[in-house]
């Protein structure tokens, strides 16, 4: 059992197959996975268990995107069914921390390298993914400096809070780095993503 994890990839995706997701859904998962991993490897944490947080940390989500106040909740029985430990569970928990919405959540606060890079690399891949669409769907010669002025664009993906976003740099990187790793974890799943 590496890093603690119960599962491997493969099982993890054959959990979220397990439930109605859409597209939009996979592509998320995939791209907040493809974004935790490029984290991983830049601070020297396990790739594997910084990914896996990536793509299951909605793992409720295709049972709660039509009731908000569950969500991240019923992730809790899923992830312990599966025999992830209490760690791995509460950093899941963590994007939701501070959501109205959610209120059991709603008045924790993340305090860990890991929390604020999983809640910025999930609201990132958002934004990312909107200006690929609006370039045309491509996405391999996306470069940072155009990211950045569509972040300042407060009307542009205007759902993907660029406050938690720039929590990244509580981990401790620049929120430019984190436009450079963004892109880059994506572009290596671009085909996954339907992007060129």
């Known amino acids: ?7 491997t990839r493969g099982e993890a995706i054959k959990l ?4 109605p997701q859409t597209e939009a859904d996979w592509n998320h998962y995939f791209e907040s996975e493809a974004i935790m991993r490029a984290l ?3 601070f020297g944490e396990s790739v594997d268990y910084w990914g896996m947080l990536g793509l299951l940390h909605d793992v409720d989500w295709a049972l709660t995107r039509n009731n908000w106040n569950e969500h991240c909740t019923k992730a809790i029985s899923i992830l312990k069914e599966k025999r992830f430990d209490d760690r791995f569970i509460e950093i899941v928990l963590s994007h939701g921390y501070g959501y109205d919405a959610i209120p059991c959540l709603k008045d924790k606060k993340r ?11 999930e609201t990132m891949t958002g934004i990312v993914y909107a200006y690929a669409l609006m370039r045309g769907k491509k996405i391999s010669d996306m470069e940072a400096s155009g990211l950045k002025k569509k972040f300042k664009d407060k009307r542009f993906a205007e759902n993907c809070n660029r406050e938690i976003i720039k929590e990244i740099e509580e981990s401790g990187i620049s929120l430019d780095e984190f436009f450079e790793i963004s892109i880059d974890a994506m572009k290596k799943i671009k085909n996954q993503l339907g992007l060129a």
């Open 16 to 19: 979220l197959e397990s439930m």
């Open 40 to 42: 991983a490897e830049r």
């Open 111 to 121: 305090t860990t390298k890991i929390e604020h890079a999983l809640a910025a690399a």
């Open 1 to 7: 059992m590496r890093d603690n994890l119960p599962i």
